[in-house]
């Protein structure tokens, strides 16, 4: 996309950053830093990039597991396909005599690489490392994540591998684990509850993992951290507190024809991917994760990754989650920040709108995990998620969105806002508006299905207006802001600050917490509609604002009694009566947008007010009062700039939203117009009495 930057320009730089220390000072007031309850683990460096995506081997040497259990093997077997069945009963006999009856003592048994564990159909419950901690591993010295779990060192999870992993493979290379049935359901590793993960796997290149099922868990069905290749193929994870799959400081990733469900967090997280591509534009040479062919449906979303960083997601299904997909840069202590190259293409993203919401209100997500209900759909959301939402990034930079198909949301098919750096613990100025830059959004289908039904998205595009070089394809269903800039335009945007409503918003929708209970009942991300919105609060405290300080200025201008002078052909005094009018139907109007969730009401309502602000000022010349009546006509040329660049043309080069001019015109004008009535009532006070003169007492006899 062409246009013209902030960057160019000595004036345009100190603008900037003018605009920025404002940005910082008014932040700094009104929030306090997201807490830290998302993904916390030890410090880690990423990957070399030597390795690469390690390949599904079908011979070489290897280990089996299996349960012990003639009766219940057979019947696990005697569905499957003859040749398939017979290799079970194959692989079982031989078990029997040489393989293990747990997953982890065939890691553990595992010396040299190129290892593969097969694992015969069967319920792993891995009792051996179901055990509290205890001993050493009991008094463990470790920092605590905001969750409670402590984060432990690499050495400390080699010393203590099941304090929180019920199969822990740490350090082992090229190793393929994979089970030997028809269908991943058919070898389910359950930690029931008792561990953070089920399986993790912890500086392991070229990892391999298939067709097997994962579940219950505190946090993670599989976990995989620090390692340069892998491949999660054909796995199941579901019912875990928080993810599915997730892989951390990784690169040379693969995940393919997985699926996940039931989970507090998300299905599938990327998180802190290799981050490769720092500092390219949207032509990069490769990407560090690959994600294909899955389907993650009924979490709390579909897809999401802090500092998920150069993944190219393709070719998946996400539905019926609260929202299908979201990148972000918005919780500390991830590697990689701020999150960058996200390639999301050619995906269907439908009907994200699952409320999970009603269960933290209740109660059933403070019940112990065991007694919730996971397995009976519940899902407990670990954290803030716009209900209703088909792709969400919140402070993602350099990220593609192309070819998807998405439809059938109750919020927006696509969100975009910022996410201002201190957020992730950084406190150096020139990074305080560093998210939200050069995502473009080209050749989605919106609002249809594959076979050509319409189901439309309630709109297609929500943006708060921070950030530069980005650019939409055209709503089919509408916008907020109504105007985008286009990919094609020659000028776009490059603002330090949002839309001071959407900002208040994002921070009042961002006070989530399941563990207070504590779901923001103005936000309509969780349910709040009409009046109850806090959109609708804030226009309307700002609507009896605008009207108390019409009614100020026509006190101000002496409007109770007849004056000679004109405005505009008309007598001042009705023209003043004109402009105040004007200024309520104004101030109603954005009201009733707000009410009503219609944005192309707000700039007709701004429209008005601006006349009856530019009306008011010249009421203000003609009666001698030059000041007053400058600072009028600029609150109403800056309520008119406003107007256009909500509902026209989103105006270029200037670092804040005219709305943010408009709210401090409004200020002055407001204390300008309050000296102007001081002035005017002392004035009309009466000067006081002189004092009664003092009669000389004449002494008697005179």
Same mark, same amino acid.
């Given at each position: 996309?062409?246009?013209?930057?902030?960057?160019?320009?000595?004036?345009?730089?100190?603008?900037?950053?003018?605009?920025?220390?404002?940005?910082a000072?008014?932040l700094?007031l009104?929030?306090?830093?997201?807490?830290?309850?998302?993904?916390?683990e030890?410090?880690?460096?990423?990957?070399?990039?030597?390795?690469?995506?390690?390949?599904?081997?079908t011979?070489?040497?290897?280990?089996?597991?299996?349960k012990e259990?003639?009766?219940?093997?057979?019947?696990?077997?005697?569905?499957f396909?003859?040749?398939?069945?017979s290799?079970?009963?194959?692989?079982?006999?031989?078990c029997?005599?040489?393989?293990f009856?747990?997953?982890?003592?065939a890691?553990?048994?595992v010396?040299?690489?190129?290892?593969?564990?097969?694992v015969?159909?069967?319920?792993?419950?891995?009792?051996?490392?179901?055990?509290?901690?205890?001993?050493d591993c009991?008094?463990?010295?470790?920092?605590?994540?905001?969750?409670?779990?402590?984060i432990?060192?690499?050495?400390?999870?080699?010393?203590c591998?099941?304090?929180?992993?019920?199969?822990?493979?740490?350090?082992?290379?090229?190793?393929?684990?994979?089970?030997?049935?028809?269908?991943?359901?058919?070898?389910v590793l359950?930690?029931?509850?008792?561990?953070?993960?089920?399986?993790?796997?912890?500086?392991?290149?070229g990892?391999?993992?298939?067709n097997?099922?994962a579940?219950?868990?505190t946090?993670?069905?599989?976990?995989?951290?620090?390692?340069?290749g892998?491949v999660?193929?054909?796995?199941?994870?579901?019912?875990?507190?928080?993810?599915?799959?997730?892989?951390?400081g990784?690169?040379?990733?693969?995940?393919?024809?997985?699926?996940?469900?039931?989970?507090?967090?998300?299905?599938?997280?990327?998180?802190s991917?290799?981050?490769?591509n720092?500092?390219r534009?949207h032509?990069?040479?490769?990407?560090?994760?690959e994600?294909r062919?899955?389907?993650?449906?009924?979490?709390l979303?579909g897809?999401?990754?802090?500092?998920?960083d150069?993944?190219?997601?393709?070719?998946?299904?996400?539905?019926?989650?609260?929202?299908?997909?979201?990148?972000?840069?918005?919780?500390?202590?991830?590697?990689?920040?701020?999150q960058?190259?996200?390639?999301?293409?050619?995906?269907?993203?439908?009907?994200?709108?699952?409320?999970y919401?009603?269960?933290?209100r209740d109660?059933?997500?403070a019940?112990?995990?065991?007694?919730?209900?996971?397995?009976?759909?519940?899902?407990?959301?670990?954290?803030?998620?716009?209900?209703?939402?088909?792709?969400?990034?919140?402070g993602?930079?350099?990220?593609?969105?192309?070819?998807n198909?998405?439809?059938?949301?109750?919020?927006t098919?696509?969100?975009l806002?910022?996410?201002?750096?201190?957020?992730?613990?950084?406190?150096?100025?020139?990074?305080?508006?560093?998210?939200?830059?050069?995502?473009?959004?080209?050749?989605?289908?919106?609002?249809?299905?594959?076979?050509?039904?319409?189901?439309?998205n309630?709109?297609?595009?929500?943006?708060?207006?921070?950030?530069?070089?980005?650019?939409?394809?055209?709503?089919?269903?509408?916008?907020?802001?109504?105007?985008?800039?286009g990919c094609?335009?020659?000028?776009?945007?490059?603002?330090?600050?949002?839309?001071?409503?959407?900002?208040?918003?994002?921070?009042?929708?961002?006070?989530?917490?399941?563990?207070?209970?504590?779901?923001?009942?103005?936000?309509?991300?969780?349910?709040?509609?009409?009046?109850?919105?806090?959109?609708f609060?804030?226009?309307?405290?700002?609507?009896? &604002?605008?009207? =108390?300080? !019409?009614? %100020?200025?026509?006190l101000?201008?002496? $409007?109770r009694? @007849?004056? *000679?002078?004109? /405005?505009?052909?008309?007598?001042v005094?009705?023209?003043?009566?004109?402009?105040?009018?004007?200024?309520?139907?104004?101030?109603v109007?954005?009201?009733?947008?707000?009410?009503?969730?219609q944005?192309?009401?707000?700039?007709?309502?701004?429209?008005?007010?601006?006349?009856?602000?530019?009306?008011?000022?010249?009421?203000?010349?003609?009666?001698?009062?030059?000041?007053?009546?400058?600072?009028?006509?600029?609150?109403?040329?800056?309520c008119?700039?406003?107007?256009?660049d909500r509902?026209?043309?989103?105006?270029?080069?200037?670092?804040?939203?005219?709305?943010w001019?408009?709210?401090?015109?409004s &200020?002055?004008? =407001?204390? !300008?117009? %309050?000296?102007?009535?001081?002035?005017? $009532?002392?004035? @009309?006070? *009466?000067?006081? /009495?002189?004092?009664?003169?003092?009669?000389?007492?004449?002494?008697?006899?005179?």
């Amino acid at each position: 996309m062409a246009g013209i930057t902030l960057e160019s320009g000595g004036m345009l730089r100190r603008v900037r950053r003018a605009a920025a220390l404002f940005a910082a000072a008014l932040l700094a007031l009104i929030a306090s830093p997201a807490p830290a309850d998302a993904h916390e683990e030890r410090p880690i460096t990423f990957p070399d990039g030597t390795g690469s995506v390690p390949v599904y081997r079908t011979d070489g040497p290897y280990l089996t597991v299996c349960k012990e259990d003639d009766a219940g093997f057979a019947q696990r077997v005697a569905g499957f396909p003859a040749e398939l069945k017979s290799r079970n009963e194959t692989l079982y006999r031989e078990c029997l005599t040489s393989g293990f009856r747990d997953i982890q003592a065939a890691v553990d048994a595992v010396q040299t690489p190129g290892m593969r564990i097969l694992v015969l159909p069967g319920l792993y419950e891995e009792l051996p490392s179901r055990p509290d901690p205890a001993g050493d591993c009991a008094g463990l010295q470790a920092p605590r994540a905001a969750l409670g779990h402590q984060i432990l060192s690499l050495d400390q999870q080699k010393q203590c591998p099941h304090n929180q992993n019920l199969v822990a493979v740490i350090g082992k290379k090229d190793l393929q684990i994979e089970g030997t049935g028809a269908t991943p359901g058919d070898v389910v590793l359950d930690a029931a509850y008792t561990k953070l993960n089920g399986l993790r796997g912890d500086m392991s290149n070229g990892l391999y993992l298939r067709n097997f099922t994962a579940q219950r868990t505190t946090f993670n069905a599989v976990y995989i951290l620090a390692t340069d290749g892998f491949v999660i193929d054909d796995l199941i994870g579901r019912w875990n507190d928080e993810y599915g799959f997730l892989t951390f400081g990784s690169d040379h990733g693969l995940y393919t024809g997985c699926e996940a469900y039931g989970n507090g967090d998300s299905g599938v997280y990327p998180g802190s991917a290799s981050n490769i591509n720092d500092g390219r534009g949207h032509d990069v040479p490769r990407y560090a994760i690959e994600i294909r062919g899955c389907k993650s449906h009924h979490n709390l979303l579909g897809y999401s990754g802090t500092a998920g960083d150069s993944v190219w997601v393709h070719d998946n299904e996400f539905y019926e989650n609260s929202a299908g997909i979201s990148t972000d840069s918005a919780f500390p202590f991830h590697p990689g920040l701020p999150q960058n190259h996200l390639r999301l293409e050619n995906n269907v993203i439908r009907a994200n709108n699952s409320d999970y919401n009603p269960y933290v209100r209740d109660g059933t997500c403070a019940r112990p995990y065991a007694e919730r209900g996971y397995e009976r759909g519940v899902v407990c959301p670990a954290t803030s998620v716009p209900v209703g939402t088909g792709v969400l990034t919140a402070g993602g930079n350099v990220n593609l969105f192309q070819g998807n198909y998405v439809y059938d949301h109750d919020m927006t098919a696509f969100m975009l806002f910022w996410v201002p750096a201190f957020v992730r613990g950084e406190d150096a100025l020139g990074k305080l508006a560093d998210t939200s830059h050069d995502n473009w959004y080209r050749d989605n289908h919106l609002g249809v299905s594959p076979t050509g039904e319409a189901l439309p998205n309630r709109i297609d595009f929500w943006w708060d207006g921070e950030g530069g070089g980005n650019c939409w394809q055209p709503a089919e269903s509408g916008a907020d802001p109504i105007t985008l800039p286009g990919c094609d335009a020659f000028f776009g945007t490059q603002r330090v600050l949002n839309d001071p409503t959407k900002l208040f918003k994002l921070l009042h929708c961002a006070e989530y917490d399941q563990r207070a209970r504590n779901v923001p009942a103005s936000c309509d991300w969780y349910g709040a509609s009409g009046t109850g919105r806090i959109e609708f609060h804030l226009a309307a405290w700002k609507g009896a &604002a605008t009207v =108390g300080l !019409a009614l %100020l200025a026509w006190l101000a201008l002496g $409007m109770r009694q @007849r004056r *000679p002078e004109r /405005a505009f052909g008309r007598p001042v005094r009705q023209t003043a009566v004109l402009g105040l009018a004007t200024i309520a139907i104004g101030a109603v109007t954005g009201v009733l947008a707000a009410y009503l969730n219609q944005p192309w009401l707000s700039p007709l309502g701004l429209i008005i007010a601006g006349a009856g602000w530019i009306a008011y000022g010249r009421c203000w010349r003609v009666t001698g009062r030059g000041g007053l009546g400058a600072l009028a006509w600029t609150l109403g040329v800056l309520c008119l700039l406003d107007a256009v660049d909500r509902g026209l043309w989103m105006l270029p080069l200037i670092p804040v939203p005219p709305a943010w001019l408009q709210l401090l015109a409004s &200020a002055v004008l =407001g204390v !300008a117009v %309050l000296i102007a009535l001081g002035r005017r $009532m002392w004035r @009309r006070k *009466p000067p006081p /009495a002189d004092p009664a003169p003092v009669r000389e007492k004449i002494p008697a006899g005179v």
